[in-house]
C-alpha cells in the first residue's frame, strides 16, 4: 500500500480572500504565486494565521533575495519598493525553484512538513488527537460543550491538523507532555511556545503580495553571522539535547523558535489526521525580539523579566494600542513598536496612505489555559504616525491615556461607592476587607464605559481642541449613572454615594489644574 500524502504547498490547505470577494484554499505554493490577487488570509483560527503570516514572511524573504544579509539598508528598501511595482507578484520560475528544494508533505516518513519523525520511537505514548486540536476536551477534561472524548477520537482533515499544528508550535503550553528518550534520558515537559499569551500586529496592504513585502523585517548587523535556516531548510534534523543554532535573521526568527515536537498520524488515505505525538523539542529558551509584538520596559522588574511583549487581553479593544504603534519612541520609552514597523516609512507613499493594521491575539495565561482568541483591524492609520503627523499622534496617545486614567477611576470609584452602600450601618467602609471578585457595579460600568469611550475617542481624534479629560469623565459619569440607577429607588445611601463618586470623576487632579492655569 501507497504511504499517505498531503503536500502542503500543492493540497488546497489556506484559506484565503480574493480581490473580487471569493474565498479558496491553496497549498503554499499557490499563495505565493496568486499574492497579487489574494485581499487577505481567511483562516478561521487568528493564532494559525499569526503563525501562517510569518511562515509566508520567511518565504517571501528567500523569493524575493531580501534576505541577503549583506544588502546596505538603503539597497534593501529599495529592492522592496522595486518588487512592489511588480504587477505580476512573485517571480514564478523562483518560486517553483524554491518549492521543488524541500519537502513539504505532512506524512513524508523522513522529514515530515514542521515535524520530527523520531517520536515514533522516542515516545512510549502518543497525545491523541483530541491534544492535538486546540477546542476539544482531552484526558479527564469534562466536555462541558464538546461532543469529542478520548473514548472515541474523533479525526481531523488534514488541512485543519496543519493550522492547529502550526499553533502548537507558536503558542505552545507549558508543563507535562509525552515522555521523550533521547540518549537513555526521559524528559516530559515542555516549555512555553515563542508567541505564548501575545497579541501579534501585521501591517495589512490592498493585497497579500503588499502584506507580505511590507511585513519583512529589516535586516541589521546584529543579527549573528551563522547561515540563517527555516526548519525544512536545515540540513539535519535537531538534536534536542544539544544546544539549538542562534536565532538568525529572517528564517530562524519568524519560523525556527518552537521548543514542541510534533508528529501527526495520518488516516490510510491521507486526507485526516486520527493520532499525534505532542512532547517537547528543546528545553532552552531562544531569546529574540519577535518583529510583530509591541514591547514594554520596566525598569523595576529582574532582567530576566525587563522586556515583556504585550498580552492579549479579550476585553481591550485595538483602539487602547494605537498610540504604541504610531509613536516612534526612544531608547527611553517604555513602550517600543513592533520592530516590522519601523522601516514603512520607507513603502510608496500611495500603500502608506492605504496601510492598515490586523491584529491576531491569543488570550491565554503563561501555563496551560486558553481563554479565547480573536482579531481585528484597523483603519488607515499611518498619516498619522508620528514621522508624518507628530501632532496628530501626541492627540492620539492623550486621548488614549485619559481613557485608560479615567477607566481605572471609575473602577476605584465604582467600589468605593458599592462598598458605601452595603456596609451595614455604623461600621466603617475603610475597615472591611478588599472584595475578591468585582462589586457588580464596577462590572456593569466597565462594560458600559469602554463601549462608549471608544466613540469619544475617535470623535476627539476629529476635533483637537476639545478636552479629552473631560470628556471621557462625562462618560464615566453617565456610565455609573445608568449601571447604578436599579439600586437608588432601593437603598437610600445609594443617591450620595453615586453623587461623591461622579464628583470624583470630574474633579482634575491637582497636577492637571496647575496646567491649565
Sequence with gaps: MPEPLYATDKEPCIPVLFLDGHQEFLGWRDVLLRAHEIEDLALPLPPAASAVLRVLIAITARVTGLDDPEMGAGEWAARRRRLLKEPDGFDADTVHRYFAAYVWDLFDPV???????????????????????????????????????????????????????????????????SVRTVD????????????????????????????LLAGLPKPDEDWPGAQDHCPWEEPDLPDPLAAPPPVTWPGRLLTGRSRHAILLIP????????????????????????????????????????????????????????????????????????EAFTTLNDLPADLRAQLRVRVHGFDQDGWTTNRTWYTALTPPIWPWMQEHDAAAAERVAECRKEAEAIGVLLDKVSRDAWRTVTTPPGASPRGSRPPKRLPPWTKRVRAAYWPRAETVFWNLIE??????????????????????RPAISQHFRAAPAIATAVATLRRRPAAARRRAT
Excluded at 516530559?188 to 501591517?203: D, E, I, N, V
Excluded at 529558551?285 to 504585550?310: E, I, S
Excluded at 492579549?312 to 494600542?321: F, G, K, P, S
Aim: glycine share 6%; with cysteine; aromatic share 6%.
Design 111 to 177: 522529514r515530515p512538513f514542521l515535524q520530527d519523525p523520531r517520536l515514533a520511537v522516542q515516545c512510549k505514548k502518543r497525545a491523541g488527537v483530541n491534544k492535538l486540536v486546540f477546542g476539544r476536551p482531552e484526558g479527564n477534561n469534562l466536555a462541558w460543550l464538546s461532543p469529542h472524548a478520548d473514548t472515541d477520537p474523533q479525526p481531523v482533515p488534514s488541512e485543519q491538523a496543519l493550522w492547529h499544528m502550526l499553533i502548537h508550535h507558536y503558542y505552545g503550553a507549558v508543563g507535562q507532555c
Design 184 to 211: 537513555g534520558q526521559d524528559q516530559g515537559s515542555a516549555k512555553a511556545g515563542p508567541l505564548r499569551t501575545t497579541l501579534s500586529f501585521h501591517p495589512l496592504g490592498r493585497t497579500l503580495y503588499e502584506t
Design 267 to 338: 488516516s490510510a488515505d491521507g486526507r485526516q489526521v486520527t493520532d499525534a505525538y505532542l512532547t517537547w523539542a528543546t528545553q532552552t529558551k531562544l531569546l529574540a525580539t519577535d518583529p510583530f509584538l509591541v514591547h514594554h520596559d520596566n525598569p523595576g522588574q529582574p532582567v530576566t523579566r525587563r522586556h515583556q511583549p504585550r498580552s492579549a487581553d479579550a476585553d481591550r479593544a485595538l483602539w487602547r494600542d494605537l498610540d504604541a504603534l504610531l509613536l516612534a519612541g526612544d531608547e527611553d520609552s517604555a513602550v517600543q513598536r513592533p
Design 463 to 484: 476635533t483637537p481642541e476639545r478636552d479629552a479629560r473631560a470628556a471621557f469623565a462625562a462618560e464615566a459619569a453617565a456610565a455609573l449613572r445608568e449601571a447604578a
